[in-house]
Each structure stands twice: as structure tokens, then as C-alpha cells.
């Protein structure tokens, strides 16, 4: 669906380019040449050589990997850890609770990547992760273990984002994809590989050491740095360059921050109870007593409690109206809004923020509900169960790959994006008749697809949001996908897991503890497996569903042309705005 002109690319006045450049050749704007500037200026991000483009792409990508594994590593974890702690009905807080903080602060990181810069940005999300990791290994409780994920997805999160806002810094926005490709070429060995490596270990020495791990080459000093402290130091040592309207001082970062769109966001997404503290300090109450919608949801299935539960309906209220002074806040107060909403009210800025949020709680829901299958159906180890989902990690990466080798070569989008949003919904398909006599190629390579056409996806409506948008909005649109991504994250599994325990409501000993079914009577165990299954089943159905939703979603996207190269793209803006004010005069 091709268009020309300015209507959704630029704004209504003229706006000075994003990256504070210093004075350079003319031939710097040439992404083809920059490796010919002698000295090399690394305060200008356009005029890298090649080398050190690609040293700052891989720190903020090792940071992403480790956030990913962060994301799924629990996937395998979850049974081992809740039947250490007796808290099977906890257990869902441990992928949400993460999801969760990622969800709240990842929005934040677009705004601050443009108010205290790339380096600071991406060193606080660094610094986070490392200690919310730490937290979860050392965690005593089941109620500190989940507070240790929510620390490690503020940083998480930002992992994410900042390393997607530097690349667009760094190379035009047609090779953009496949740079966002070899990005989540990371994101998709993180993702894959936390399952089986979180089983495995689990196996072997205990959960503790999956969070402590990555951790563990610290105590040698001759051993190899871990990725963090690498890309903690990578990140202080290359990545130098400012942006037009950073900060200049410590008093006027703060200053411009939104506190307010911050404040109210996090409350809609996750309202905190008042008795917070001192619960955490007494530990007598349980974590999942903390939010607004994710943890009504909480109330109603995992407590057992109605829809007409002062604490079901009361934190949904308070969800509604926090969203609601969020969008005004947003629209009338803020100066620089952490969320700006005339992003999301153009075709393309919906209709991405829609599909990346649909297509990212199918995603998400399928990593968490498919080892369970084997563990609980099959009778299989947590390794031998995460193992399953190494030919997803395959696919995400291939995904990902295709789409920028794609964008690359032919400049368009929309038809690649129209059909692999309907993959995962063939995927899904295939799993909703997975049993016990499934055979070996059904049970391995059912999800392909869902893979393949998530990694594809968000690659290409990255690019084509970014390609919608002024350059200076480039870092908030970014941070606009990864909200909608992680709030789907969210949503998706609190949402499944609600509607698991739902089904399994008569079945208490199994709700609980899902390995229960080993030590129940040989008579009642078959009986026990096919109310399981029937419970992830209906699981899958609600994912095609909304994977159903995502496809349609995509179909109104317009498409725009992809500058290749940093002058091209420079000079189509400036044709743009002389359009658009032409117009304004008229």
C-alpha cells in the first residue's frame, strides 16, 4: 500500500535533525565512506568507521541477549522453583513480574535516551539487570525472588530499547532491518536457549545457579569478564556521541523528565498497595497482592476469589482511571511526554502498537505454556521439556534475518509483514492438537511458524514506524513498540495462566502443584493429564484468538519509502517539511 507526500512523516514545524553531528566532510552523511574520516570523531554517530560501529552495535546487543535469556529462562524453572518455595499458585509471578517491570519502564527509556543520552541510558538499564539478577539467585522467598525479577526488568527492558535506538543512530533506515535482524538474531539465541539452559542447569546444580551463573565468572579474576561488565565497559568506552536537546546538566535532565506520564503509567500497569513495605519486611503477605489489572486477575483465579471481590473489581477501577489520567496528562500537560500520542493516533503508529501488542501475547503465552506440556503430559524432565524450545529460537533467528535481508533488497514492507503476522496462527493451530500420541516431528517443530513470523513481524513494523516518523521521534516511537510488546508480554501470560487455573479450579491438587500427578493413584493420573491438557488447550484456542486479531491489525499499514543512505534521508525530511508548510502558508 504505497503513498507519497508528508502526511504522517513529519510534523507541522520544522525541526533540527536528531544527532548533534560536529563539522565533518561532506561525504560523512555517506554511511558507504565514514570508514575515511581521519580522526575518527566519536561524538558524531554518522561518521563512525565501520569497526567501531559494529564494537557499539555488540555491547548493546550482548546486553540484549542476557535480557532475553531473562525473559524465558523461568519458562523451565517454573515447577523446580514453586515446589521449593510451596507456592505453585505464585508461580505465574515469576515470568509476570518481570514482563510486568519491563511493561512499566520500558516507555520511560525512549524519552530518557533523548534527555541524559545513549551512554547513561544504556549503563542504567546494564546496572539494573545485574542486580535484579543477583536478588533472584540470593532470594530466600518466593516474595524477594519475584521482587529480584521486577528489578531486572526495569533494566531489562531498557536493554531492549536503547540497544534498537542506538542502531537507528548508527545506519540508514534501510539497512535498518537487517541490523534490527542481527539484533534479534541476540534476542532470539537469549530467548531460545534460556528454556533448555535454565533445565539444564536445574537439573544439574539447582535453579539458584541459572540466576547465579551468569554472575559466577566474578569470583575468578583469571576466568573470561561475563557479557555485562563486557558491555558495561564497551558501552562507557564507545558510546560517546550526544543528541540535539540532551541535557547539559543533572538539574535539567530531571527537570524535563515526565514525572507524571511515569508516575501514572506504572500505576495503570501495576497500582502498588500502600502496605507494601511492611509486607515485604514481615513477609506475611504474598507478592501477587501488589497491582491493579494483571493482579485482579491474580485475585480471581490464583485466590479464588469472584468478579464481585472488592479486590478484583476495585483494582480494575483503579487500572481504568490511572490509563485514563495517563492519556490526559499525556495530551495536555506534559512538555516532553514519555509517550507522545500523536504518534499512536497515525495509521501506522496504531496499527504497530496493536500488532506488535497481539502478536507479543501469543509469543509470550506459547514460551510459557509449551514446556509445561511435556513436564506435565509427557512426564519429561524440566531440560528434556525446555529442549523443545530450541527449534523456536531457530526460527525467531532465521525470522529475523529474512526480514532485514528482505527489507534490504527490495525497500517494501507491507506485503512481508501481511504474511508472516498469519503464521502463527497456522502454528497454533498444530499445537491445540498436541497429545500424548503426537508424533516426534508434531511435538518438535509445531511452533516453527509462530517463530518465524513473530521475529519477521517485528522487525519490519519497527521499520515501518520508523519510517513514518520525524528522526527526532525516532527514539520515543521506538519506545512505543517496546511497550506494546512487553504489555502484550504481560497481559498475555497473566491472562493464560488465569484461564489455566480456571479450568483446572476442581482439580485442587494439581492447580497447585502440577507434578503432583507422578505421586497421585495410577488410576486417577490419566484423568488428571487429560484435564491438564484440556486446561492448555484452552490456552491455545484464546492465543488463535488473538493471534487472529494481530493479522487483521497489520492490514491498514501504509507504506513509505526507505532512504539508503543518512543524506538521502536528510534531504527527503527537508523536502517533506518545505512540502508541509507550503501547504500551512496556503
Excluded at 559494529?54 to 535480557?67: H, Q, R, T
Amino acid at each position: 500500500m504505497p503513498s507519497t507526500g508528508a502526511s504522517e512523516r513529519t510534523r507541522l514545524l520544522s525541526s533540527p535533525p536528531l544527532i548533534a553531528r560536529a563539522p565533518t566532510p561532506a561525504a560523512a552523511g555517506e554511511d558507504d565512506v565514514v570508514g575515511n574520516i581521519l580522526p575518527e570523531d566519536l561524538s558524531d554517530p554518522q561518521a563512525l568507521r565501520p569497526r567501531t560501529r559494529n564494537l557499539v552495535l555488540v555491547s548493546v546487543w550482548c546486553g540484549v541477549f542476557l535480557g532475553a535469556v531473562d525473559t524465558t529462562v523461568v519458562a523451565s524453572l517454573v515447577t523446580d522453583i514453586s515446589a521449593s518455595f510451596e507456592s505453585s499458585n505464585q508461580a505465574s509471578w515469576l515470568g509476570t513480574s518481570y514482563l510486568l517491570s519491563t511493561a512499566c519502564f520500558t516507555p520511560l527509556y525512549g524519552r530518557l535516551a533523548d534527555i541524559i543520552g545513549r551512554r547513561y541510558s544504556a549503563q542504567l538499564a546494564l546496572s539494573l539487570f545485574l542486580v535484579g539478577t543477583a536478588l533472584c539467585g540470593l532470594a530466600p522467598t518466593m516474595n524477594l525472588l519475584i521482587i529480584g525479577r521486577l528489578v531486572g526488568g526495569m533494566g531489562g527492558g531498557g536493554l531492549m530499547a536503547v540497544s534498537s535506538i542506538v542502531a537507528s543512530d548508527l545506519v540508514p533506515l534501510k539497512k535498518r532491518a537487517l541490523v534490527q535482524g542481527i539484533a534479534n538474531l541476540f534476542f532470539g539465541a537469549g530467548s531460545g536457549l534460556g528454556g533448555p539452559m535454565g533445565g539444564f542447569i536445574s537439573d544439574w546444580a539447582g535453579w539458584r545457579v541459572a540466576f547465579l551463573g551468569k554472575l559466577e565468572l566474578l569470583r575468578e579474576p583469571s576466568t573470561t569478564i561475563p557479557l555485562l561488565v563486557a558491555s558495561l565497559a564497551m558501552v562507557f568506552w564507545k558510546v560517546k556521541y550526544r543528541v540535539t536537546g540532551q541535557g547539559k546538566s543533572k538539574r535539567e535532565m530531571l527537570r524535563r523528565i515526565d514525572y507524571m506520564g511515569s508516575i501514572t503509567l506504572i500505576i495503570a500497569v501495576s497500582f502498588p498497595d500502600s502496605e507494601l513495605s511492611t509486607a515485604i519486611l514481615t513477609r506475611t503477605m504474598p507478592l501477587d497482592q501488589l497491582g491493579s489489572l494483571l493482579f485482579s486477575l491474580s485475585y480471581k483465579n490464583n485466590q479464588a476469589l469472584p468478579w464481585s471481590h472488592p479486590l478484583v473489581w476495585s483494582l480494575l477501577t483503579v487500572a481504568i482511571v490511572f490509563a485514563v489520567l495517563f492519556v490526559l496528562v499525556e495530551k495536555y500537560w506534559a512538555f516532553e511526554p514519555v509517550m507522545p500520542l500523536r504518534i499512536l493516533m497515525t495509521r501506522n503508529g496504531l496499527s504497530v502498537a496493536f500488532a506488535n501488542f497481539c502478536m507479543s501475547f501469543v509469543t509470550f503465552s506459547i514460551l510459557y505454556f509449551y514446556p509445561p506440556f511435556f513436564e506435565v503430559i509427557k512426564g519429561l524432565s524440566a531440560s528434556q521439556s525446555g529442549a523443545h524450545l530450541l527449534p523456536n529460537s531457530i526460527a525467531l533467528s532465521c525470522g529475523s534475518l529474512f526480514a532485514g535481508w528482505y527489507i534490504r533488497h527490495t525497500g517494501r514492507y507491507y506485503g512481508l509483514i501481511a504474511v508472516t503476522s498469519f503464521l502463527p496462527i497456522v502454528a497454533l493451530i498444530s499445537t491445540m492438537t498436541l497429545n500424548e500420541h503426537s508424533s516426534t516431528f508434531h511435538e518438535w517443530f509445531g511452533i516453527i511458524p509462530a517463530g518465524f513470523g513473530f521475529a519477521s513481524l517485528i522487525t519490519a513494523t519497527l521499520v515501518a514506524l520508523i519510517a513514518s516518523v520525524d528522526r527526532s521521534d525516532m527514539a520515543t516511537a521506538t519506545g512505543i513498540t517496546y511497550l506494546a510488546r512487553y504489555i502484550g508480554q504481560v497481559v498475555g501470560v497473566a491472562i493464560s495462566s488465569s484461564l489455566l487455573q480456571a479450568v483446572l479450579n476442581y482439580i485442587d491438587q494439581i492447580r497447585h502443584v502440577s507434578t503432583s500427578i507422578p505421586s497421585l493413584p495410577p488410576s486417577i493420573q490419566p484423568l488428571a493429564r487429560s484435564s491438564y491438557l484440556d486446561a492448555l488447550r484452552a490456552v491455545f484456542i484464546l492465543n488463535v484468538i488473538v493471534a487472529g486479531i494481530s493479522f487483521l491489525s497489520c492490514l491498514p499499514l501504509r507504506e513509505f519509502p526507505l532512504p539508503d543512505t543518512f543524506r538521502e534521508e536528510e534531504e527527503r525530511r527537508r523536502d517533506n517539511e518545505s512540502a508541509r508548510m507550503g501547504r500551512v502558508e496556503e
